[in-house]
C-alpha cells in the first residue's frame, strides 16, 4: 500500500507531502490545475523516464519519494537479495538534475532506475489514456484467470509435473553424454585399464617401498666395513696363526711343555679367527643380495610415480583409480540399459506433464467463459454497452505454468474484429474497461491502483456506477482516482483537493465540510448555490447521483 508520496521542487509543486490509507482516494480539482503533475511526480519514484522538464523553474533538482507498506512476496523477494531490509517501510526515491540525469534509491540504498521500474509495477497499477500497467500487461493475463478460477490445486499439479519433467529429462540427458563419452574413448580406457592392471598399485606400497630404499642406503655403509673387514683378513686370516702353531710344535719336545700353554692359545685363536672369516664372509653376503634388490625398489617407485603423473594424483591413490577404471568399463556394457531405464522415466515425466497441463487447460477454458460472462455484466453500466469482451486460449510456449497463453481482448461495436485491450480502446473506454476487469477480478486487486481519466465522457448514472465500482475496490486495497465526475468523489473515503496560483500548485486534504463544498463547486461549477450544497450531501450521503 502506498503510504505516502513526498515531493519536491516538481513543475509547480515546490514541496508537497501527502499520506495516504487504505480504501479509495479521490484528487479533484479545477481543468489545469495541475492533477496530472502528481502522477508524473509519481511516476518518476516509480522509475519513469527522467524529464529535466520537470524541474521547477529556479531549483537545482527535483526529489521525489514514495514510501509503500508491506511490499507483496515478489517484492520482498527481490529486496531480500539485494540485502535491502524493507520489513517496516519500502521508500522509493528519485532525484532529478537539470542535465537529465536522474540517481534512483531503495530505502537511501543507490540503486539502478530499472530497479525502481521493476519493482514500481508490482506495487501500482495505473489505468489510464497514456499508461496501462499490471492489468493491461498481456503477460499477466494468464495468472489473472488462474486467481479468478481458483484452482490452485491445478497450477501446482502442473509447476510440481514441470518440474519433474525438466529433472527427469535432464538425467536422461547427462546418462546419454556421459555414455556417449564413455564409448567413444573406450579404446583408450581399456588401454589405460590394462597397462594400470599390469602394475597393480597395492594400498600403502610407496610407504612401504621407501622404507625398503632407506634400509638399503643404509647398509651400504654396512657393506664398505664388511668389505675393508674381509680386506684385512685376506683369503686365509688363519694361516699366521697355524703357521706358528707348526714352529712351537716342531720344537716341543725339547721345550718340556713350556710351549704348551701357547699352543693352546694358538688353537683356540685359529678357531675364532677362522669363525670371524666365516661370519665376515656370510655378512657380506646378505648385504650384496639388498644391494641386488635396490634397483627392483627404484624401479618400482618410478614406475608408481610416474602413473600418479600420468593421472595427476597421488600415488595412494592409484589402487582407487584402477578400481573407477575397473567400474567405467563394466558400466559401458550396463550404461545402455541405465540410459533406457532414465529414458522411460523422462518419457514417463513428460506424459504426466502434459496430462496435468491438459487438465489446467480444460480448468481455464471453462474459467475463460465465465470471466467473460463476468465482465460483460460490468459493461452496460460502465456506458461500454456496445462493448464486449472475450478470454482466448491458444497454445503456446510449454512451462511451469502449463501449455496455454492467454489474452484479454476487447472490441467497442459489433463491427469491428477483437483486439488487445490496449490498441483498442480510447483512454477513457480504457480505463473504465480496465475497472471493469478489475470489478469481475476483485480478489486480484492489486495492492494500489490508480485511474486517471476512468470518469471521461460519462456523467449521471454511468458516473454513479464508477463511482460504486471504485469504493468497492477500494475494500479490499487502495485505490486513487482523478476525477472530475462528483458520483465519484462522493464514494471516496480521503478527498484531496488540487489548486493552484500563478507559479505554485497546492493540495488540501479536505474535511467533511470541504468534501461537501468542493462536490458542490463540481455539480454548479464556479458559483456554488445551496441547492448544489443539498445535492453535494445527498451524494455524500449515497442519496443521490
Not at 69 to 78: L, T
Not at 170 to 196: F, I, K, N, Y
Not at 328 to 341: I, K, P, Q, S, W
Not at 437 to 464: R, S
Amino acid at each position: 500500500m502506498l503510504c505516502g508520496l513526498f515531493i519536491r521542487n516538481v513543475v509547480l509543486i515546490e514541496q508537497l507531502d501527502l499520506s495516504f490509507g487504505p480504501g479509495l482516494s479521490v484528487f479533484t480539482g479545477e481543468t489545469g490545475t495541475g492533477k496530472s503533475i502528481l502522477l508524473d511526480a509519481l511516476g518518476l519514484a516509480l522509475g519513469a523516464r527522467a524529464d529535466s522538464g520537470l524541474i521547477r523553474v529556479g531549483a537545482e533538482r527535483a526529489d521525489v519519494a514514495a514510501s509503500f507498506e508491506q511490499p507483496p512476496e515478489d517484492v520482498a523477494a527481490v529486496l531480500q537479495d539485494l540485502d535491502i531490509d524493507a520489513a517496516e517501510e519500502l521508500v522509493l526515491r528519485r532525484t532529478l538534475g537539470p542535465d537529465g540525469r536522474s540517481r534512483a534509491f531503495v530505502n537511501d540504498i543507490p540503486v539502478a532506475a530499472g530497479l525502481l521500474r521493476r519493482l514500481g509495477r508490482e506495487l501500482v497499477e495505473v489505468h489510464g489514456q497514456f499508461e496501462q500497467r499490471g492489468l493491461l500487461d498481456e503477460s499477466s493475463h494468464r495468472g489473472l484467470l488462474d486467481l479468478f478460477a481458483g484452482h490452485d490445486s491445478l497450477v501446482e499439479a502442473t509447476a510440481d509435473a514441470w518440474r519433474a519433467r525438466v529433472l527427469a529429462e535432464e538425467d536422461a540427458e547427462a546418462a546419454r553424454a556421459a555414455l556417449a563419452r564413455d564409448r567413444a574413448a573406450r579404446e583408450e580406457l581399456e588401454a589405460e585399464l590394462e597397462t594400470l592392471d599390469r602394475l597393480a598399485p597395492q594400498p600403502g606400497e610407496e610407504a612401504s617401498l621407501a622404507a625398503r630404499r632407506r634400509r638399503i642406503l643404509a647398509h651400504r655403509k654396512i657393506a664398505e666395513a664388511a668389505t675393508e673387514a674381509r680386506a684385512i683378513l685376506g683369503d686365509d686370516a688363519a694361516a699366521p696363526l697355524r703357521g706358528a702353531a707348526r714352529s712351537l710344535a716342531r720344537a716341543g719336545g725339547e721345550a718340556g711343555g713350556l710351549f704348551d700353554e701357547a699352543l693352546s692359545a694358538l688353537d683356540r685363536a685359529t678357531v675364532e679367527a677362522e669363525e670371524a672369516e666365516r661370519l665376515v664372509r656370510a655378512l657380506g653376503g646378505r648385504i650384496e643380495d639388498d644391494e641386488a634388490s635396490a634397483d627392483a625398489v627404484e624401479a618400482r617407485l618410478f614406475a608408481l610415480r610416474d602413473a600418479a603423473r600420468r593421472y595427476r594424483i597421488e600415488v595412494e591413490d592409484l589402487p582407487g583409480r584402477l578400481e573407477e577404471m575397473r567400474r567405467r568399463v563394466e558400466m559401458l556394457d550396463e550404461g545402455g540399459a541405465r540410459v533406457a531405464e532414465l529414458e522411460e522415466a523422462a518419457s514417463g515425466a513428460r506424459a504426466a506433464f502434459d496430462r496435468a497441463a491438459a487438465a489446467l487447460t480444460v480448468g481455464r477454458r471453462e474459467a475463460a467463459s465465465a470471466l467473460a460472462a463476468a465482465v460483460g455484466r460490468e459493461l452496460p453500466p460502465l456506458k461500454l454497452d456496445k462493448a464486449s469482451f472475450r478470454v482466448t486460449l491458444e497454445p503456446g510456449r510449454l512451462g511451469a505454468s502449463g501449455a496455454d497463453q492467454v489474452r484479454f481482448e476487447i472490441r467497442t461495436n459489433a463491427g469491428i474484429p477483437f483486439g488487445a485491450l490496449a490498441r483498442i480502446a480510447s483512454g477513457g473506454e480504457l480505463a473504465r474497461f480496465a475497472l471493469g476487469l478489475k470489478a469481475a477480478l476483485a480478489a486480484a486487486c492489486g495492492p494500489t491502483m490508480i485511474f486517471d481519466e476512468v470518469d471521461a465522457g460519462i456523467g449521471g448514472a454511468t458516473a454513479a456506477a464508477v463511482g460504486a465500482r471504485l469504493a468497492a475496490l477500494g475494500q479490499s486495497g487502495q485505490v486513487l482516482v482523478v476525477t472530475h465526475a462528483p458520483q465519484v468523489a462522493a464514494r471516496a473515503s480521503r478527498h484531496f483537493q488540487v489548486s493552484k496560483d500563478d507559479a505554485h500548485t497546492f493540495v488540501t486534504a479536505l474535511d467533511e465540510d470541504g468534501r461537501e463544498e468542493e462536490i458542490a463547486r463540481m455539480l454548479a461549477g464556479a458559483k456554488i448555490t445551496g441547492a448544489a450544497r443539498r445535492a453535494a450531501r445527498a451524494l455524500i450521503l449515497g442519496e443521490g447521483g
